[in-house]
């Protein structure tokens, strides 16, 4: 009986089972669920900076290495017109270039330089600057960096051009003399917004000098004042309202001129200064201004900061001083100036100034020499191809800024 029971227990179960498992007839099929396929999270977008400099790197890339050796240089106009000596160039008496010729046309395709600066023998009236601007951009491959010395007071080739109608200021020292740095704003935008106007694109002030040495014979009422602090508050402030007007300010004469008791038109520059000495002073305008600027650097040798006289614009010790230089566009002073002239060959000065940290080589004292001796320093591998275009980056990157490459 027992064994009976069992059985009939074991049979319901078997049972109850089938029925759980079983189908019904109007029971639909389960869809068959595919497998959940594995998607790579999408890359994060780039930002403008990253798009940037990606087509900023594409676009040297396709450079040839001429064209990037041509962008180093800014020079005078007259230097594109290669009938006339480096004597007439230079004369600052002599007639000017002031049209684009087809000669000059095909000197910049030679010598794809970089930028234009022009000069009171290069100014004729507000209708010639204009014009003369807009031909040398139309004429180079790549926009051009169009400069010129206006400081406001003795060192402005416009203002005190009597063809021209514009503001005149006293000097430096006279707007330094009132403390306030929105003076000096008001005096960089008044500058930068005709400057855009003739179509220039990059002003070689604000003079960021510390006047300390009343015997200077270059500098004086040029800088904003005989204190660092206030020389350097205007020389920011100048260097902003120049910029507000899409013009490239240029501090200069690093590592500071008012110290000296030379002009580097004529002679070597001195500063006896040590490093520590400089920072406290000669080198706070230069760290004052927080946007986009140049630095250019003088003919001005500090022998107890390097232990010799070689000129700052020469030494990588005293150009790696210059607050962020890395990411700051460098420039020589005139290598035209008696203080290398005098010492360098044109194509020494050149490539010593590019193995010393500068960017732009400034109105070389024979373009195709120093262009030469460049490209020769690269294809031997004096200067590396790396270092060339380290450069050339920091030359277009500013060039998408004020030139709009």
């Given at each position: ?18 029925a ?5 007839a ?72 002031t ?53 406001g ?9 009597d ?11 006279a ?6 740095p ?54 920011a ?21 008012g ?134 980056n ?12």
């Amino acid at each position: 009986m027992k064994k009976n029971l069992i059985a009939l227990f074991a049979l319901t179960l078997c049972l109850l089972l089938f029925a759980c498992g079983e189908k019904k007839a109007d029971e639909p099929d389960a869809p068959d669920v595919p497998d959940t396929p594995t998607v790579d999270p999408a890359p994060p977008e780039k930002t403008p900076e990253e798009w940037n400099e990606e087509r900023l790197n594409a676009r040297i890339a396709e450079m040839t290495l001429e064209e990037k050796v041509g962008q180093l240089f800014i020079v005078r106009p007259d230097a594109l017109d290669l009938s006339l000596s480096q004597e007439t160039i230079n004369d600052a008496k002599a007639d000017g270039v002031t049209t684009v010729t087809n000669d000059m046309r095909r000197a910049l395709q030679q010598y794809p330089v970089g930028g234009i600066c022009q000069f009171g023998k290069n100014i004729e009236s507000p209708s010639q600057l204009a014009r003369f601007n807009k031909e040398l951009q139309d004429a180079s491959a790549t926009p051009l960096f169009i400069a010129v010395d206006e400081e406001g007071g003795l060192i402005a080739r416009l203002a005190n051009n009597d063809a021209f109608t514009l503001p005149r200021y006293a000097s430096a020292a006279a707007v330094g003399a009132s403390g306030d740095p929105e003076d000096a704003r008001a005096m960089g935008q008044t500058i930068g917004a005709y400057l855009k106007e003739y179509g220039f694109t990059m002003d070689f002030a604000p003079d960021a000098d510390v006047n300390t040495n009343p015997d200077n014979p270059i500098i004086g009422t040029r800088a904003f004042s005989s204190d660092a602090g206030t020389a350097a508050a205007m020389a920011a402030a100048m260097a902003d309202g120049l910029r507000q007007n899409g013009i490239l300010p240029t501090l200069k004469h690093f590592p500071g001129h008012g110290d000296t008791a030379e002009d580097s038109h004529t002679a070597l520059a001195v500063t006896y200064k040590t490093q520590e000495e400089l920072a406290s002073c000669e080198l706070l305008p230069f760290g004052a201004d927080t946007g986009l600027h140049a630095v250019m650097v003088g003919h001005i040798a500090a022998p107890n900061v390097t232990g010799s006289d070689t000129p700052a614009t020469l030494s990588p010790q005293l150009v790696a001083m210059i607050p962020n230089a890395e990411d700051t566009l460098i420039i020589t002073d005139s290598l035209a100036m008696d203080a290398i002239a005098d010492a360098y060959t044109p194509g020494e000065a050149a490539v010593l100034a590019l193995q010393a940290g500068c960017d732009v080589l400034l109105m070389p004292n024979s373009l195709s020499e120093a262009y030469a001796a460049v490209l020769e320093a690269v294809q031997n591998g004096t200067i590396t191809q790396e270092r060339l275009d380290q450069s050339v980056n920091k030359i277009l990157r500013y060039k998408e800024v004020f030139t709009h490459v």
